[in-house]
């Protein structure tokens, strides 16, 4: 199933929620590949853009946090290592065992359900905040 964007999923940060989309964009291709039988191929690529992609998101929102003094960058940047963690796990797997639809599906079922929940509270907790200090 395709994510749609929508004010749930803002942060209020454009620079946030643009790579939100572009994230989300690539889950949706990751979907569309799927219901066509195409998931081993595209789940492969999603792995290898996620892994450049990713990082350089993570980092942007930690600059942030630390730039304005985010009292909850801690509990926020261990969430993200959480997630390396995980992408590192399924990498591994992917690259080790080789992709299979399997594969694509528990990749995009753990894919979706982390950014949907990060985003929608994680995410919208700090910029939040950072909508506040802007104002201020
Ligand atoms: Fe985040």
């Given at each position: 199933?395709?994510?749609?964007?929508?004010d749930?999923?803002?942060?209020g940060?454009?620079i946030?929620?643009?790579?939100?989309?572009?994230?989300?964009?690539?889950?949706?291709?990751?979907?569309?590949?799927?219901?066509?039988?195409?998931?081993?191929?595209?789940?492969?690529?999603m792995?290898?853009?996620?892994?450049?992609?990713?990082?350089?998101?993570?980092?942007m929102?930690?600059r942030l946090?630390r730039r304005y003094?985010?009292p909850?960058?801690?509990?926020?940047?261990?969430?993200?290592?959480?997630f390396?963690?995980?992408?590192?796990?399924?990498?591994?797997r992917?690259?080790?065992?080789?992709a299979?639809?399997?594969?694509?599906?528990?990749?995009?079922?753990?894919?979706?359900?982390?950014?949907?929940?990060?985003?929608?509270?994680?995410d919208?907790?700090?910029?939040?905040?950072?909508?506040?200090k802007?104002?201020g």
């Open positions: 199933m395709r994510i749609e964007w929508s749930d999923l803002s942060t940060v454009d946030i929620d643009s790579q939100h989309k572009e994230l989300i964009k690539r889950i949706n291709m990751l979907v569309e590949a799927m219901d066509k039988g195409r998931g081993r191929e595209e789940v492969s690529r792995v290898g853009f996620l892994g450049s992609y990713i990082t350089k998101h993570f980092n929102e930690e946090m003094g985010y909850e960058r801690n509990a926020h940047v261990d969430a993200h290592n959480e390396i963690d995980d992408y590192k796990a399924f990498k591994d992917i690259e080790g065992k080789g299979s639809s399997a594969l694509a599906t528990s990749t995009h079922r753990w894919l979706r359900s982390w950014l949907i929940d990060h985003i929608s509270m994680t919208r907790l700090f910029g939040g905040f950072l909508n506040v802007a104002a």
